[in-house]
């Protein structure tokens, strides 16, 4: 059986859930792959946090050459989310041939334009299925099966904290403030919401479903954007009157001027597929010429749906590797 | 630009759409992956029906040896529809080297593991995406980037006709007789819908979801199966009773006794993902042991929708070409 050795970078609550997966379902992935995966080296400062999952001392390591050098190790998956030094750490792990494999869509929309050239120059797969959608697998399939197709519209809840928080205000008529701490007293909410609840996180996303549907890369912080801290009791009892939901939403279209895109809030029919995904579930909805109406629907987040999709990119690569 | 040959075995209206796909968006695919993609020969007894695609006499043969002898063809595309003689074609053309991809559910159904050994032994691709929910990419999925699940259960409503019928018997509160009636008037449902409402359409699509999921074959005969020819207005009522809908389910789980497989009507809560899922629409949830709950949504039918999934596998397979 081929052996595929994997660096991680970072050993939060995402690493843990990817680590997790792989300890879980090993045997599994290698009767169905040919293949021995294995995490043997972890860059992480915490080795004593009590995790539920076996590692021992001397994967640890607090120097990240450590793994960039390491000859043994032909795929890098990197979960430290924020920018940097995650964009430098991916970029010096491809310059030294290894695979890389992401969740960070801070990172990826950031500098998608970096991160995927530097993956062509050197000839190494760039994977971050896990950075939209959590556990969904709505990049493989836009990058993969639906490429016949010319496509007109993507539209995502891609956010499952302010999902939840329009969920709750809708169907138990809670306020916006309300919510929002309940959300924060049980851990779906952070304690600085602003990335959420502003919509900087699903502007993210939204640069990478551009990126991959109509080929067009638009800086996160060129999105007009609008998140869901204005809207009011009111504005969900209109709209219900109207027959309608509000949801964050990430959208982009072809028109005739070309790709139009925002984020905000926006009302959906209640017959829309979109409508009825609610709590911290996330959704994307893709029009294509050909394939028509579709929606993907699940997970958003979590450190196990978000460790399927890391890991499903590891053995996408890992198959290549035999 | 490296040119893909491609034979295609039929020209109905799956076979068109699958044309028109192609001949549609061929700049494009070729723009994406460098690939120029081309439907050289054609086996069709009917070369006179208007069809709106561009196809010249020259293209058409009633000798599908002229196809499988032919070179200069690397992928074969199967549309013809039942078990044979398609079978039988997709085999010769395994060993003649070529590449097969197929919409047809009930020849892979049936001869799941012939037509896969065959692929093996040639060294082939053999894809068949379009054969479980049309243009909805679950096999892929299923395949590649879920691949680091333990899948838990499937839930399929995979038949649109069907779908159509109980939605109307739901919605419009009409009783099924007068329901198919109106559906074969409007072409949703064939003259003998028997396939269709009696679920062994179902049964062959449950097959292969149980192979790529479970990696357990059962021959579609061996699938406990119940069509919606019994479902009476009072049964829907009940289920609407008790805020149930009844829709017709393809469904494998995971038990500590094996795998429990059937298919047949199922009440599902309305906050079910798949309760919500009308018309001729189809879909598929999963649920797996990392990923949690996942559902794929769209058109399960119909020219273009299909010619997505199969020109998608057409591609996949012509990039390992390169």
């Not at 970072?10 to 021995?36: F, P, V």
């Not at 001392?57 to 000859?71: G, H, K, L, N, R």
């Not at 905000?264 to 994307?284: K, Y």
Request: charged share 25%; proline share 4%; hydrophobic share 45%.
């Amino acid at each position: 059986m081929k052996k595929v050795n994997i660096g991680l970078l970072g050993l939060g609550n995402i690493g843990t859930g990817t680590y997790k997966t792989l300890e879980m379902n090993h045997d599994l992935i290698a009767a169905r792959s040919g293949l021995d995966l294995a995490i043997t080296k972890i860059l992480e400062i915490d080795t004593e946090r009590e995790r539920d999952i076996t590692v021992v001392p001397e994967q640890f390591t607090q120097d990240a050459s450590v793994i960039f050098e390491d000859p043994d190790i032909s795929i890098v998956i990197e979960l430290l989310g924020g920018i940097e030094p995650a964009t430098s750490f991916m970029l010096e792990a491809m310059r030294r041939g290894k695979h890389v494999v992401t969740a960070n869509k801070a990172a990826v929309a950031a500098n998608y334009d970096a991160l995927t050239t530097c993956a062509k120059e050197n000839k190494v797969f760039f994977r971050y299925e896990a950075s939209v959608g959590g556990g969904i697998p709505i990049l493989n399939a836009l990058t993969s099966v639906l490429q016949a197709n010319d496509f007109m519209e993507v539209l995502g809840i891609v956010n499952g904290t302010t999902n939840y928080i329009l969920t709750k205000m809708t169907d138990e008529g809670l306020p916006y403030g309300e919510v929002l701490k309940d959300a924060q007293a049980k851990g779906f909410a952070e304690a600085d919401p602003t990335a959420d609840v502003e919509g900087i996180d699903v502007a993210n996303k939204l640069t990478i479903l551009m990126a991959l549907t109509f080929g067009n890369y638009v800086h996160p912080n060129d999105i007009p954007r609008e998140g869901i801290t204005k809207i009011t009791m009111d504005d969900i009892a209109a709209a219900k009157a109207r027959g309608n939901k509000i949801k964050l939403i990430a959208r982009a279209a072809k028109t005739e001027s070309g790709i139009e895109y925002s984020v905000g809030p926006m009302e959906l029919p209640e017959s829309h597929p979109l409508a009825g995904v609610n709590d911290e579930f996330n959704a994307i909805f893709v029009k294509g010429n050909a394939v028509d109406d579709l929606m993907f629907y699940g997970k958003g987040a979590g450190p196990l749906p978000t460790g399927s999709a890391v890991m499903g990119d590891v053995l996408s690569i890992a198959k290549h590797l035999k």
